[in-house]
């Protein structure tokens, strides 16, 4: 979702007539949008706003987004700093920037503008803030409550964003299941317009909570436009420590949710989240946990070592599990994840599956090194003659590497 604000400023700014520029050492402006989930990412979030600063001493920087939320005096002091702005003003920060309003969109100096890389997949904010209560989460207090953008709005930003040229829109939020609830809609009401007012030729969605989702939800896979891949944050697979975790899910539901996502979705893979070492979790627990995501087979796991955040009622909880007990359940995660991942891959070798081919690694005498994803997002690539960059196409899928994470595919060219 943090990729979405941040291209939604720079079509703003580039709307405005201002050239975004990928060598820090010409900016007059760093805009950093941060992320405080783990405190590593509240550390890498300093590290950049440091390293920009060395790299450009002249240009100013404006901080935004969840840790500027939660610890703006501490931000305020960072290097080169001008500007905290925190996630309700977010929106607007072009506008603070430059002083200019934001007119209503027009892609046309955009697409003018060369320097933005290859156009491929867009990703589009729908929602934000969270009504949940998970007891690790300081996203909730980040972000605060859910909030929706109108279905005109996301219709109208999906076209625009198609006659850029680009070939997929990913539907994003902080809790993008609730989408709508706050306007008296729906997330499949949502899907099911854009797919019947747009022609984007791929729609994707990204994080959904289970419990969000209800049987009839999978119709709208019926439409082919809709990828058939969910990311479905699982946290744990056992039921003692996603009590404690206060997610409104057990094994029982999860199970029946993916088999019924699975007989209704043709090609369905299914990513998830995994956090390791959360407080009071006992090595059977683990056990527990670890033996229900493989039942599941995943095709790819977000691994995440618990961190401690101020302000979660997590963060007072007995039985906090040490560092070092952390990292080692981690590995074993990791090494869960790289067989599921190989699993997946071996499962759709020699099928044809639709491809977004999204950028160019290099060349060889041969041809040049395309890399894209499936539909159901396995990461694929291919030596063709020509650069692929953009294109949809149908490619047959060969061997694994399990180093790279990826398939090597034959493009399907008619």
Known sequence: MNQAEIDSMARQFQQQGHEVVHDPTQAEQFIVNTCTVTH???????????????????????????????????????????????????DNIVQTITGVTVKDFDHEPIARDTTIPGRTRAF???????????????????RGAGRSRTI????????QLHQMGYQETVLTGVHLGSYGRDLGQNLK???????????????????????????????????????????????????????RMRRNTTQDEFTALVATARAHIPNLLITTDVIAGFPGETDEEFAISCAFIEQMAFS???????????GTPAARMKGQVPEAIK????????????????????????????????HVTGA?????????????????WALHPRVLTNHITQATLGEYDPDKNQIQAYPIIE
């Open 189 to 243: 009401q949502l899907v099911q317009t854009i797919l019947q007012q747009t022609e984007i030729p791929r729609l994707r969605l990204s994080s959904l909570e289970p419990w969000d989702l209800t049987e009839d939800f999978f119709e709208l896979w019926q439409n082919p436009r809709l990828c058939p891949h969910l990311h479905l944050p699982l946290q744990s697979g056992c039921d003692t420590t996603l009590k």
């Open 364 to 380: 060889t005498q041969d041809g040049f090194i395309n890399v894209g994803y499936t539909d159901n997002y396995l990461r694929v």
């Open 300 to 310: 790819g796991m977000h691994i995440f070592r618990y961190s401690k955040r101020a």
């Open 327 to 358: 990292k080692q359940r981690s590995k074993v995660l990791h090494r869960m994840a790289a067989h599921m991942q190989q699993r997946a891959a071996n499962l759709f070798k020699g099928q044809a599956l639709s491809v977004l081919w999204e």
């Open 124 to 142: 589009v904010k729908v929602q934000d803030g969270c009504d949940n209560a998970c007891t690790f989460c300081i996203t909730t207090v980040a």
């Open 40 to 90: 590593e990412a509240s550390k890498t979030s300093r590290k950049l706003i440091r390293e920009l600063h060395r790299a450009n001493p002249h240009a100013q920087t404006t901080v935004t987004g969840c840790y500027a939320q939660v610890a703006p005096d501490d931000v305020m002091k960072l290097p080169g700093v001008v500007r905290v702005v925190d996630n309700t003003g977010k």
């Open 152 to 159: 005109d709005e996301v219709v109208a930003e999906i076209r």
